[in-house]
Every structure is written in structure tokens, then in C-alpha cells.
């Protein structure tokens, strides 16, 4: 398995918590990109894949769903 910094996970529990707050439950979230293949930098971005019932298979509606929640 993979080890990625404590920082990353945090990052992806955080988002995972405010999409739940703004009504988006999350049943998965996967990690992949560089983060999951241990080849990260200190700028790398996190990539995740989301899987929830409320998407409903349209990217472009789907991003829409999820792309004004933010960290701040």
C-alpha cells in the first residue's frame, strides 16, 4: 500500500465533510493520480474520484453539483 502524508488525507476528509454538510453525501471516495501512486510533489493537486446516489451519470451536471464547495 501506498503511504501519503497525513496532510492529503486530511485534505480529502475535510472536502469529504463539507459536501456532507451542503447535502452531497459521499459513499466513496477514491484516491488516484500521483498522491495514490506515491509520486507526489510538494504542488501535486489531489485527485479523487466521488461516487454518491445524488449523481445521476452526467459529468457535466454532476461537477456542477460539487464544484462551488470549497476549503477555505
Avoid at 11 to 27: A, G, H, Q, S, V
Avoid at 42 to 52: K, R
Amino acid at each position: 500500500m501506498v503511504q501519503f502524508p497525513a496532510k492529503v488525507k486530511n485534505t480529502i476528509d475535510r472536502y469529504i465533510r463539507e459536501l456532507n454538510r451542503n447535502n452531497i453525501p459521499i459513499k466513496e471516495a477514491i484516491l488516484f493520480g500521483s498522491c495514490a501512486k506515491g509520486n507526489y510533489q510538494e504542488w501535486s493537486d489531489i485527485d479523487i474520484a466521488l461516487v454518491s446516489d445524488i449523481f445521476e451519470g452526467n459529468r457535466i451536471d454532476d461537477k456542477d453539483k460539487i464544484r462551488k464547495i470549497t476549503l477555505s
